[in-house]
């Protein structure tokens, strides 16, 4: 099962992939990350790739890893064909993609979004939420009401509204997620 996070710049959302592979690496799973911008924050013993080439060539040599692709629109433009084999077979092997990414419909191909039945969608435009509404579920059509750091998840079958919440005040990455009513 791959998933989806999309927001606008400075919503959450690379808060909360960073907060997922640090647990996933912490619980003794590998993780991989395509991160273009060569961020902080990814846990220390993530495979960490800035370039496509190097990062396609390196994800199926993986197994059994939960993959982060951040900026995920920077694969989609370099290596086309690859970043659409990775969404569509990417689960053969034991990978799990993390697909993110600023907007929905112009950043993470139909084909990409097709193979990812969890979404977390933070503050998006009225045109992504309506996009996501129609292929999650139409509670997303509210995300353009979400304040900084909420966001609404969905599986296609039912939809939550999510808060990420820090342990202290400064604190970099969130600890938990708090659902919310």
């Not at 939960?66 to 290596?79: G, M, P, Q, S, T």
């Not at 990978?95 to 139909?110: C, D, E, H, V, Y």
């Not at 979004?113 to 979404?119: E, I, K, T």
Request: proline share 5%; charged share 25%; aromatic share 10%.
């Amino acid at each position: 099962m791959h998933i989806i996070i999309v927001g606008a710049t400075f919503s959450g959302k690379s808060k909360l992939a960073k907060m997922i592979a640090k647990q996933k690496a912490q619980a003794g799973h590998k993780v991989m990350v395509f991160d273009p911008l060569k961020t902080s924050g990814w846990p220390e013993t993530a495979k960490l790739y800035a370039k496509p080439a190097a990062f396609v060539a390196a994800y199926w040599e993986a197994e059994n890893v939960y993959v982060f692709i951040d900026e995920a629109k920077v694969l989609f433009d370099k290596e086309p064909h690859d970043a659409e084999r990775i969404a569509y077979q990417g689960r053969h092997g034991g990978r799990l993609n993390f697909f993110i990414g600023q907007r929905a419909m112009s950043m993470i191909p139909p084909n990409a979004r097709n193979q990812c039945p969890r979404v977390y969608a933070f503050k998006q435009s009225v045109t992504d939420s309506d996009t996501l509404a129609k292929e999650y579920d139409e509670r997303l059509n509210d995300c353009p009401k979400l304040g900084k750091l909420e966001f609404l998840m969905s599986d296609g079958f039912s939809a939550a509204k999510g808060k990420l919440k820090f342990e202290s005040a400064t604190a970099d990455l969130p600890t938990k997620i708090e659902v919310m009513k």
